[in-house]
């Protein structure tokens, strides 16, 4: 994914998270019914919507042989992962076309398709198109945007989308911008799709997007390792009543408490991490330090470092809501209810004394 990420910036300051009121799931007869299990709910920017603090993300489970796989995956496991994270409470899944070349939301059309309870609201993105090869491009054009947006609903088996994004935005300066955002309002005047948002974009961009038509949300990386977004992106969010849904805050897996060296060094060519610089020397020792500084807090919560390191993002104000991955209902477990960790102060500071050291 070299030429669409962004690499990790400078800190900034962090505010305690303004809580609202816990919305109540209730256990039902059925298997497929969510647990009785408290899941904090928050507005996603001004828009209707009422996320719950982690949504499953479903990049991994596109399943290998595309550019940014994560490798091998078995759709049963994801259908289990997902399955269980909704039964936690989670409700909300973000994925994408380009995830697996639309298998990933394949997979999420037959893993809601029979699901008895209320359904999860769905987020995809457009603008990654793929040849007849798997050659993956941004294509931002009026009519590539309609015919992705008429693929998703198929492969989703839905009548609408409930948030639709600008997966990457065209080249700086580009009047794609422009012409690929008024194509999104425009689905959604039309009822394609109910609110309208976009994936990381820069201040910049978002201001020429919300001259057009309002942005709902925007989609970035942050975590302990990527805190680029924190200087201007996210206060610029908070002021203007942008939500923000954050990906990657285990970075990719990274800080989850499973990874180790020699895990690391077997990620197969198929994993697009095999040759991500932090999970490689000299960067991966630093990172494993850091999360055996998150176990220790975790163990006094009874949790996992990666539930640390996903309840860290969501301590900042802006942020609505963490994509939180899983490739099999066991891993879900460990992870979808990061939402109900608080952290202290001091734990917190903590954290942040530690990066420090280590930055320095």
Not at 146 to 157: I, T
Not at 162 to 177: E, F, R
Not at 246 to 274: C, F, I, N, Q
Not at 350 to 360: K, L
Request: net charge neutral.
């Amino acid at each position: 994914m070299a030429s669409f990420r962004l690499h990790p910036g400078t800190k900034g300051n962090i505010c305690e998270l303004q809580v609202r009121p816990f919305a109540s799931r209730t256990r039902g007869s059925e298997s497929n019914h969510p647990e009785d299990i408290e899941m904090q709910t928050k507005q996603l920017g001004k828009s209707a919507l009422e996320i719950t603090p982690v949504g499953f993300g479903a990049w991994a489970i596109g399943g290998s042989g595309w550019q940014f796989s994560w490798g091998a995956q078995a759709d049963q496991d994801s259908m289990g992962a997902i399955q269980r994270s909704l039964q936690l409470g989670v409700n909300w899944i973000d994925t994408a076309a380009v995830y697996g070349l639309g298998h990933s939301e394949e997979v999420i059309g037959r893993a809601i398709k029979n699901w008895s309870a209320p359904k999860p609201y769905i987020f995809s993105k457009c603008g990654l198109r793929w040849d007849a090869k798997g050659n993956i491009q941004k294509v931002l054009g009026p009519d590539s945007i309609r015919q992705e947006a008429e693929d998703s609903l198929r492969r989703l088996q839905l009548d609408i989308i409930d948030l639709y994004q600008i997966h990457w935005p065209p080249d700086p300066d580009s009047p794609q911008l422009e012409e690929a955002w008024s194509t999104l309002a425009d689905l959604q005047r039309e009822g394609k799709v109910r609110w309208i948002g976009v994936s990381n974009f820069n201040v910049s961009q978002l201001r020429r997007a919300r001259a057009i038509a309002p942005v709902t949300s925007l989609q970035s990386p942050y975590s302990l390792i990527n805190r680029s977004i924190e200087e201007d992106i996210l206060p610029y969010c908070l002021r203007e009543g942008i939500g923000v849904i954050v990906y990657s805050p285990m970075a990719s897996g990274l800080l989850s408490g499973a990874m180790t060296p020699e895990r690391a060094a077997k990620l197969s060519k198929d994993d697009w991490r095999h040759n991500d610089p932090e999970f490689r020397p000299p960067k991966l020792s630093r990172n494993l330090e850091l999360v055996e500084r998150l176990r220790e807090i975790a163990k006094r919560h009874g949790r996992s470092p990666g539930e640390v390191a996903i309840a860290w993002t969501l301590r900042n104000p802006a942020v609505t809501g963490a994509i939180v991955g899983a490739r099999n209902a066991r891993q879900a477990g460990g992870v979808m209810l990061a939402g109900n960790l608080r952290l202290s102060d001091k734990e917190v500071n903590e954290i942040e004394e530690f990066t420090e050291e280590n930055a320095a």
